[in-house]
């Protein structure tokens, strides 16, 4: 992605941090938190130093400092009390606020440090649930609003993914006796595989047989997977690819691939809702979320 926001609105400040247009003015007209700049056609806008500097006094805030007392301290002081609350707090808006701000600043410390307090109180389903789901929803809005960019996703993303696949590994595997497998994959040029990595701890946690292929996985290749396995259910998210035009030729493919094998699709996302007209493909099946494919297992 070349052409990064650098200028936000006052609504751009809104979405992204969740308060309120008419707060984020009364703080900057009343207490000056926020220098915004202006185009030369005299429009306000803020950079990315004010869309830092609001997450941070957003994490003061939430944790009973007035906005008056944060408006007497220096940025470098609110920077630094930010981060203490950051490293101490592990509610849960204190503590993607504080991720947020890990992102931001690629500082990996101050992740692992958040990381291991929620671990203090919660299990890594709810971490992942309370916490990692929250923050990429967020992320995908500053993709939306093209305010992010792809260095920040991908550190953030990378360590998520990491601890995905730690608790992955640590499950003590006992299968049970469903002869089902589950085949996980991402269509072709399809890269964002976090759902999809923590479907698939879902699954071993849960004792069920699942095979990972991961990314960018061309359609032709699931064919393989039939001279393995007698029953399958592929398992698959529609992020970005295949484009919108592509999805029922890609469902008409996959269904002549499977020919009466009895094997199933199963697509998770908002982009595949509805384009599977009138049920046209038995065959596949559309989920909106990762909590509803859970709860079909």
């Known amino acids: 992605m070349n052409n990064i926001k650098t200028k936000f609105s006052i609504k751009d400040l809104e979405n992204i941090s969740g308060v309120k247009a008419h707060t984020i003015r009364i703080w900057e007209k009343r ?36 906005i008056s007392k944060i408006a007497a301290l220096t940025n470098d002081e609110i920077v630094l009390k930010a981060r203490e ?4 707090n592990n509610v849960d808006d204190d503590a993607i606020n504080s991720l947020k701000i890990a992102m931001y600043n690629f500082d990996q410390n101050l992740f692992n440090k958040v990381y291991a307090e929620l671990l203090t109180k ?16 967020f992320i995908g809005l500053l993709w939306q609003t093209k305010s992010l960019t792809p260095a920040h996703e991908h550190f953030i993303s990378n360590l998520i993914s990491q601890k995905i696949q730690v608790n992955t590994e640590r499950i003590n595997f006992k299968p049970t006796s469903n002869k089902k497998v589950y085949v996980l994959y991402l269509p072709e040029n399809e890269i964002h595989e976090l759902g999809l990595l923590y479907l698939n701890y879902e699954l071993k946690l849960r004792g069920l047989h699942s095979v990972y292929l991961g990314q960018s996985v061309p359609l032709k290749n699931l064919k393989d997977l039939q001279n393995v396995f007698n029953s399958i259910c592929f ?50 099946k559309i989920f909106s979320q990762t909590t509803d494919v859970l709860e079909k297992l």
């Open 31 to 66: 207490y000056d938190l926020l220098t915004p700049s202006r185009t030369k056609g005299n429009s306000r806008f803020y950079d990315q130093e004010n869309l830092q500097k609001l997450l941070n006094v957003i994490l003061l805030n939430n944790n009973n400092y007035k």
């Open 85 to 88: 609350i950051a490293l101490l």
């Open 122 to 137: 919660k299990t890594f389903q709810e971490i992942f649930k309370d916490t990692f789901v929250p923050l990429l929803n």
């Open 235 to 284: 398992i698959s998210y529609f992020i970005v690819e295949p484009s919108e035009d592509k999805i029922v030729p890609y469902y008409t493919e996959f269904s002549k691939i499977m020919k009466n094998s009895g094997n199933e699709l199963w697509v998770i996302g908002k982009k595949a809702l509805g384009t599977n007209p009138k049920n046209a493909f038995k065959n596949i």
